[in-house]
T-cell receptor, first 111, second 115 residues
Framework: KQEVTQIPAALSVPEGENLVLNCSFTDSAIYNLQWFRQDPGKGLTSLLLIQSSQREQTSGRLNASLDKSSGRSTLYIAASQPGDSATYLCAPQTGANNLFFGTGTRLTVIP | EAEVAQSPRYKITEKSQAVAFWCDPISGHATLYWYRQILGQGPELLVQFQDESVVDDSQLPKDRFSAERLKGVDSTLKIQPAELGDSAMYLC?????????????FGEGSRLTVL
């Protein structure tokens, strides 16, 4: 079974800082990896999808990289804003047609 | 922008009662998922449909949980009887592509509290 670890579990930064969230997974036989954002008490919002053949994907201030062979992905957030405060979840998708989630990184951006 | 619709958003029930959650995926999305998320944890798959067929229900507690997607569009997840440990957020997601290859889009979830 795929095991997903996200480090750090919680992160607090001042507004304007660039930051990196880390995700590692045990089974490298993935189709793709998706990063999500979750606000308290809400559903998941898809941020970025990286196919297994890709190395990175960018959307606005977000950049996600994937190193499939080493089982790692990072989410880079540039110029953080208070509105970025949320829990960020990574989810590799395996050939078993399922997303496996980590427990997430809870981000707080301080104005 | 198309969204995955879920209802109810909140449900409070007493143990041993029956509860049901409804999900309407994004139009045209053939794959539908139900996930359960316990507070402080990541979501875990309960059941996955491709059109009206179940693809994976290996993690669904079938003694009390059931799920259906009769016409391959909307779906219902039922719990009977509810237990205290069922308190969680129930999330529905859909995907356009064949299972295992596409981006998943989630609804706002249904939060269940069992007293």
């Amino acid at each position: 079974k795929q095991e997903v670890t996200q480090i750090p579990a919680a992160l607090s930064v001042p507004e304007g800082e660039n930051l990196v969230l880390n995700c590692s997974f045990t089974d490298s036989a993935i189709y793709n990896l998706q990063w999500f954002r979750q606000d308290p008490g809400k559903g998941l919002t898809s941020l970025l999808l990286i196919q297994s053949s890709q190395r990175e994907q960018t959307s606005g201030r977000l950049n996600a990289s994937l190193d499939k062979s080493s089982g790692r992905s990072t989410l880079y957030i540039a110029a953080s804003q208070p509105g970025d405060s949320a829990t960020y979840l990574c989810a590799p998708q395996t050939g078993a047609n399922n997303l496996f989630f980590g427990t997430g990184t809870r981000l707080t951006v301080i104005p | 922008e198309a969204e995955v619709a879920q209802s109810p958003r909140y449900k409070i029930t007493e143990k041993s009662q029956a509860v049901a959650f409804w999900c309407d995926p994004i139009s045209g999305h053939a794959t539908l998922y139900w996930y359960r998320q316990i507070l402080g944890q990541g979501p875990e798959l309960l059941v996955q449909f491709q059109d009206e067929s179940v693809v994976d229900d290996s993690q669904l507690p079938k003694d009390r949980f059931s799920a259906e997607r009769l016409k391959g569009v909307d779906s219902t997840l039922k719990i009977q009887p509810a237990e205290l440990g069922d308190s969680a957020m129930y999330l529905c997601a859909s995907s356009l592509e064949l299972a295992g290859t596409g981006e998943l889009f989630f609804g706002e979830g249904s939060r269940l509290t069992v007293l």
